[in-house]
């Protein structure tokens, strides 16, 4: 598919997930350098920039759709032939999907020592890192069981809980104001990430920070499982995480209320990092305020700006 193709489907919620929206704007570019024959390189970069802006402009907060999208530019700089800049584009794309892939092993391995036989985990939205912990601590012959939030307007939660059924976890869905309720009785708090800054907050499905505090509150582990392509390289010179808002239909149908009523429909909120326990990531277990050495680690600084 086109970039624009991905864009809208991103946009749509169609596509959902900060890896695997990172991943289809990878393989898009991809695409876009395939179907864009041209041999002069000003119009094949002209073609994928415009890719470039369309899918990053899709889904502002997602951190790793940005990392995802500059990757695929890595080392391209210094290139002169159009089909040199095709080939690299097309390579980084391909070592971009299968890094990501294979990240989200890892983390499960590394997560999976955190869950005990008999816990209960709580956890909110549908994220695949999260998921693939409890799947891996599943299959290592843990047994445990797993409440999932419905994660209100869109409910990820029902995809979460259909994933968790499908490996034969058990799992019982809750209403989003009644994580508190049952915080008590839980034993470790599992989510994902769509950005995390470089001071360790975390920007996640909205709500998110509300379960951070009533686990901070009766003192349950909160572990975010993210991986590194989630880092953002941009907050270390300052810029704030964009948080996105979508349309009031998404919480209200229409006539529902008067025209005069406001809906305020923001989709993520920041975790600050002192409710964090711990960050499982491809390249170990982190506490929050590591996030800047990741960050430049891992990211470097070619990731920090490109040119507009």
Known sequence: MSAEEIAERIRSMDIRGAAEIARQA?????????????????ELKACLERGRDTLIASRPTAISLWNGVQYVFKDTAGITDANEYREKVKVNADRFIKRSKNALMTIGKLGANRVRDGDKVLTHCNSKAAIAVMAEAWAQGK???????ESRPWRQGVLTANDLARLGIPVTMIIDSAVRYVMKDMDLVLVGADT???NGAVINKIGT???A???HEARVPFTVCAETFKFSPR???????????RDATEVVKAGEVPPHVKVFNPVFDATPPEYIDSIVTEIGVIPPYAAYQVIVKELGQEFIFYED
């Open 26 to 42: 990878a393989q898009a570019l991809k695409d876009e350098a395939v179907d864009c024959r041209t041999s002069d390189l000003k």
């Open 143 to 149: 047994r445990f069981e797993v409440f999932a939030t």
């Open 196 to 198: 995390i800054a470089s």
């Open 209 to 211: 920070s509300q379960v």
């Open 213 to 215: 505090l009533a686990a």
């Open 235 to 245: 907050t270390i010179y300052g810029e704030l995480v964009k948080i996105e808002e």
